[in-house]
């Protein structure tokens, strides 16, 4: 099964345990389209800070975290795609998500790919594509 990852979830799940875990099962394959990379890799060390800044882990905790979230890149467990795979798509997802022209991307990718896409944002709904939380992904996946 494929799904595209939208920076919301993304952001939230890489820094929780069981989120890590679900992208790392055998039956999921994980896209994140570049553009919406770029705005995690910004969002990820906002709420890593306030993690340490709460007293919810330590700084050296955190930066285990973060070693955990690279490897899934560096393993392709989760697969960055170039913007260049999905821009031609551009213009129609535009349409489809009127209310929020900058969810383009992953609409774009989720066309280009025939997938699904793993969200918390009720932008997507309408668009004509299949939209999973994480709840119904993970209980899903149980039973494949």
Do not use: N
Not at 24 to 43: F, G, M, N
Not at 60 to 83: C, H, K, M, N, Y
């Amino acid at each position: 099964m494929i799904v595209v990852v939208d920076t919301s979830v993304l952001a939230a799940e890489l820094l929780r345990k069981r989120g890590r875990d679900l992208f790392r099962h055998p039956q999921l394959r994980s896209v994140i389209a570049q553009d919406q990379w770029e705005e995690t890799q910004h969002e990820l060390p906002k709420r890593a800070k306030k993690i340490v800044g709460h007293g919810h882990l330590s700084q050296a905790q955190v930066d285990l975290l973060l070693g955990d979230v690279d490897e899934l890149f560096t393993s392709r467990t989760i697969e960055i795609i170039p913007s260049s795979a999905y821009e031609e798509k551009k213009e129609l997802a535009l349409r489809r998500v009127p209310q929020d022209p900058k969810d383009w991307a992953p609409v774009a990718l989720a066309m280009t790919m025939d997938a699904g896409i793993l969200t918390r944002d009720g932008d997507f709904l309408g668009c004509g594509l299949p939209t999973w939380t994480v709840e119904t992904l993970r209980l899903e996946l149980e039973h494949l």
